[in-house]
């Protein structure tokens, strides 16, 4: 059985990353050691104050330390890592892009009013979790050991149980929205014969080769996906 430090280094990297820095950001909040009102996604400091900052940083607030917490950060490690080590091997930046789109769609769908929040962060991570279940649609997920369901219907039974506990479910809705836009137009759209409009940019490879992060691609040729059918076999329990 490997330690937690082996467990940490065999991690993925952008999905440790950002895993990485949502628990700093709390942790840091949980000391004192600044208020999360200076992270917000508050759009009048941003643009006349330029406090352009709150962009980035919203994103990764994931609130305190607290059970729902904790879930969201499991969402991360799980199906984070799962998609970055399953259909995103050797495809870092694509990866990368693909959480860069999430967090720009994100953006402007909180620039409506109905769906502003301080924090899009639970949006973000809930977008893995949607494209994770289009990709490993027949996977059967254990809910707490007491529904088993296949994987597809897995961020609907989030969104209701987040309405059971008294959550808004609206960051889940918005992570929701992203991620099927992100697999419409990756996926669906291009198996319908259309063109992907959302080819990661050169740019993306360039970052992404210059700082050596993950496992170089042997090519940059994205493969044709269907929707994912992998782990068909395997159960997930989601209380673990």
Not at 9 to 19: D, Q
Not at 210 to 223: D, S, T
């Amino acid at each position: 059985m490997s330690s937690p430090a082996e467990f940490y280094k065999s991690l993925p990297p952008i999905s440790k990353a950002y895993g990485t820095l949502c628990l700093l950001a709390t942790t840091a909040y949980q000391f004192g050691l600044f208020h999360p009102a200076y992270i917000a996604l508050i759009y009048e400091p941003v643009f006349l104050h330029f406090q352009v900052w709150r962009l980035f940083t919203n994103f990764f607030f994931l609130g305190n330390f607290s059970i729902n917490f904790g879930i969201r950060l499991l969402m991360i490690a799980r199906y984070g890592v799962q998609l970055e080590n399953g259909p995103f091997e050797r495809r870092t930046a694509d990866f990368l892009w693909m959480m860069i789109f999430g967090a720009l769609s994100l953006l402007a769908l909180s620039a409506i009013p109905i769906f502003w929040s301080p924090f899009l962060g639970i949006s973000l991570v809930f977008m893995l979790l949607y494209v994770w279940s289009r990709e490993f649609p027949n996977a059967q997920i254990n809910i707490y050991g007491l529904v088993t369901l296949k994987a597809f219907y897995l961020p609907w039974a989030m969104l209701a149980l987040d309405v059971v506990f008294g959550s808004s479910p609206m960051p889940d809705l918005m992570g929701i929205i992203a991620g099927h836009l992100y697999y419409f137009l990756t996926v669906l759209h291009p198996l319908a014969g259309g063109k992907n409009f959302l080819k990661t940019p050169n740019w993306v490879h360039k970052l992404v080769a210059r700082w050596r992060i993950g496992a170089q691609p042997i090519n940059r040729a994205q493969p044709e996906r269907s929707s994912g059918v992998a782990f068909s076999g395997r159960s997930y329990r989601l209380s673990e």
